[in-house]
């Protein structure tokens, strides 16, 4: 079973901008999706963006569409999720997770496999 790590979190003021990265080995041996998604405290996960495997095709929420940009490093073994113009409502836990399906979703119910996540925290 693939094993995801996710890191780059921490605390960024209004505005600020954070990459966060997940490494997920033998990432282009498998034809999966990467997506990555958050919880805030107290919601419900949702749904950030996600990436094909050939890395030529993303999807993003409407929340996050236009600051933040996904992409794949295929020689590292990881993803990424440049994050700018960053919101007090950005703040949650995020997470990276594949999916064994052939083009990008954001529906979270195909998504088998996920890492332990990484804290980002919008505040001044």
């Known amino acids: 079973q693939v094993q995801l790590v996710e890191s780059g979190g921490g605390l960024v003021p209004p505005g600020g901008s954070l990459t966060l990265s997940c490494v997920a080995p033998r990432l282009t041996q498998n034809e999966y999706i990467i997506g990555w998604f958050r919880q805030a405290s107290g919601k419900e996960r949702e749904a950030v963006a996600s990436?094909?495997?050939?890395?030529?095709?993303?999807v993003y929420s409407d929340s996050v569409k236009g600051r933040f940009t996904i992409s794949r490093d295929d020689v590292k073994n990881t993803v990424f999720l440049q994050m700018n113009s960053l919101k007090p409502d950005d703040t949650a836990v995020y997470y990276c997770?594949?999916?064994?399906?052939?083009?990008?979703?954001?529906?979270?119910?195909?998504?088998?496999?996920w890492g332990r996540g990484t804290q980002v925290t919008v505040s001044s």
């Open positions: 997770a594949t999916a064994p399906v052939p083009v990008p979703s954001l529906r979270d119910l195909w998504y088998e496999t």
């Open positions: 990436i094909s495997n050939a890395g030529d095709g993303a």
